[in-house]
Structure formats: C-alpha cells, structure tokens
C-alpha cells in the first residue's frame, strides 16, 4: 500500500551536462579515423624504404666505379712499368754492345793499316789468312749492327764527320771530303765514332803583289 507522503523520485533532465565515458558513436568514428591512417602509414614506410635501397644502391654503384678506375690506373701504371723496365734492358744492352765494339775498333783499324802495306810475293800467303781473318771479324761486326761511314767523296756532315783539315783546291767543290784518316762507324743509327776527313776549301784569290809599279 502507498503511503501518502512517499515522494516520487526527482529525474535529472540536464541535457548540458558532459556524459560519462566514450559513446558508441565516437567510438566507431576513431576506429575508422584508426583505419584509413593505417593504409597511409603503411605506404609512407614503403616509400622510405625504397629510398634508402636507391640510396643503398647509388652508394655501391658509385663504390664500384671508383674500384674500377682505380684498377684501370693500376693496369695503365703497370703497362707503363714494364715498357719503362723493357726499354731500360734494350738501352743497357745496346750500351754494352757499344763500349764492346768501340774497343775492338783499334783492333779493326789495325787490320786495315796492315791489309794495306806493301804487297809482294813473299808475303802472300800471309796476307790472305790476313784478309780471311779481317772478313771473319768485319761481318761479325757488321751482324751485331756495326756500319761504315761514308766519307770519301760525300759533303762534310758534323753529325758524322770530324775535318781535322781544310785543303784548299779547284779539284773539288767545298765543303767536299776529300781524303778520310780515320774510318767512323755507326751502330743502329747511332754514331760510334765520327769519320775524321780532311775537308776541300775553295782557293783564296792571289793577293797583288805590293812591289809592282802602279801606273
């Protein structure tokens, strides 16, 4: 049985006042808002990472152009070397093969002087063992790269020649070898020992005589 002076119950109608706890609404923007960032985030991490393969890849290139030059310069400066060395070998060896010649030279100068002394009958067997002997060592020589310098009769050249004397004659043109003392030679182009020759000069004329009357 209701009493008389119960009170009903006061409801609060307060429609301003801040509700407690997330509503089911809010909830299911956030969860949306949560999914669409994902998909972005994911592709943001993709882009990154491809960057840095590219830079990756970019810094490894660049590695090996640059390990690639320098085998390039090392292949180039051993090319360079062995050539130096091989031409250092040749030049020693040509060196040596001229201080040899150059020797035997006054040796090859003694068979001449001799081969051109005074022939007779009594010495002509002597003379052509002689002369065997002189052919034997001249083509020797003339194998490892010796040559005679001509002289007699060419125009005096002081790359190859040494005039030890000017002749004056009308016989010859100036500047003529007239007459060579000592045969020169080269050796593979270069000059052993220069030709030393006895040179034509052309005549001075006659000077008048001072003690002639002049008129």
């Known amino acids: ?16 006042a801040e509700p407690i ?13 949560g999914e669409e ?16 393969l590219v830079a990756q890849l970019a810094k490894l290139q660049a590695e090996k152009d640059d390990v690639y030059q320098t085998l ?13 060395i091989d031409r250092e070998r040749q030049d020693d060896a040509r060196r040596g093969a001229a ?4 020797s035997v030279l006054p040796v090859f100068d003694a068979f001449e002087r001799a081969l051109a002394g ?39 050249d002081p790359h190859v020649h040494q005039a030890v004397e000017r002749v004056e004659t009308s016989e010859a043109e100036e500047g003529t070898v007239l007459e060579e003392l000592q045969p020169g030679y080269r050796y593979k182009g270069s000059v052993l020992r220069p030709t030393m020759v006895r040179v034509a000069a052309e005549p001075r004329p006659a000077e008048p005589d001072s003690e002639s009357p002049v008129n």
């Open 118 to 156: 005074q022939d007779d009958g009594n010495s002509q067997q002597y003379r052509q063992g002689f002369e065997l002997i002189y052919k034997q060592l001249k083509d020797a020589l003339a194998r490892q790269g010796l040559e005679r310098i001509p002289a007699k009769g060419e125009p005096f």
């Open 37 to 52: 960032a994902l998909p972005a985030a994911e592709d943001e991490s993709a882009e990154a990472v491809q960057e840095a």
């Open 72 to 84: 390039v310069r090392r292949q180039a400066d051993f090319e360079n070397f062995r050539k130096r």
């Open 21 to 33: 706890g997330e509503s089911p609404l809010d909830a299911a923007a956030e969860k949306l808002r």
């Open 99 to 102: 201080i040899l010649l150059e």
């Open 1 to 16: 049985m209701k009493h008389q002076n119960d009170k009903p119950e006061r409801i609060d109608l307060n429609l301003d």
